[in-house]
T-cell receptor, first 114, second 114 residues
């Protein structure tokens, strides 16, 4: 069966510090991968999605970047965090054929920028 | 435009009451997919159901049931005999065909009191 893991689960970082959140998927190959953010207002915003190694699409301009160094690994980064980067970050995956497959989410990472 | 509206921001019921969560969507696609996810206090998004646009059959899973009506662009979710463990934020989402990107509603917070 397929599983998705992301870490760390909780992070408190000072303004201006770097960020690295990691996500891996097991039990499948060539998945589509996603990073979503949920701010205090509860809405879920798609940040990045990837259909393959090195292929990243950004949905909104921001202080964050994403990379996919391996087929089942997706990394969310920032060189210098802002207060507004605080939130709950969710990694997700689906089968990579764009046929309406279910998107499954990881456990989430709580980021507080202080 | 493609959009999901969950007009109910918060709902509070007493245990054993039935409760319906509303979801209205907008899309011009003829092929699309609809989802419901549950977000308990731990934060993880738990997949509940997936429906494609060609399948208007209602579905029942234990105490959960879903009513999909294309004529009104609605995909409502009913919990029968609610329990305290049902307390969570519930998200309805739309997946247009060939995009791979989920569009979420703003979520409905359900509180079930003992």
């Amino acid at each position: 069966s397929q599983t998705i893991h992301q870490w760390p689960a909780t992070l408190v970082q000072p303004v201006g510090s770097p960020l690295s959140l990691e996500c891996t998927v097991e039990g499948t190959s060539n998945p589509n991968l996603y990073w979503y953010r949920q701010a205090a207002g509860r809405g879920l915003q798609l940040l990045f999605y990837s259909v393959g190694i090195g292929q990243i699409s950004s949905e909104v301009p921001q202080n964050l970047s994403a990379s996919r160094p391996q087929d089942r690994q997706f990394i969310l980064s920032s060189k210098k965090l802002l207060l507004s980067d605080s939130g709950f970050y969710l990694c997700a995956w689906t089968k990579g054929d764009l046929s309406g497959n279910t998107i499954y989410f990881g456990e989430g990472s709580w980021l507080t920028v202080v | 435009a493609q959009k999901v509206t969950q007009a109910q921001t918060e709902i509070s019921v007493v245990e054993k009451e039935d409760v319906t969560l509303d979801c209205v969507y907008e899309t011009r696609d003829t092929t699309y997919y609809l989802f419901w996810y549950k977000q308990p206090p731990s934060g993880e998004l738990v997949f509940l159901i997936r429906r494609n646009s060609f399948d208007e059959q209602n579905e029942i899973s234990g105490r959960y049931s879903w009513n999909f009506q294309k004529s009104t662009s609605s995909f409502n979710f009913t919990i029968t005999a609610s329990q305290v463990v049902d307390s969570a934020v519930y998200f309805c989402a739309l997946l247009p065909s060939n995009t791979g990107k989920l569009i979420f509603g703003q979520g409905t917070t359900l509180q079930v009191k003992p």
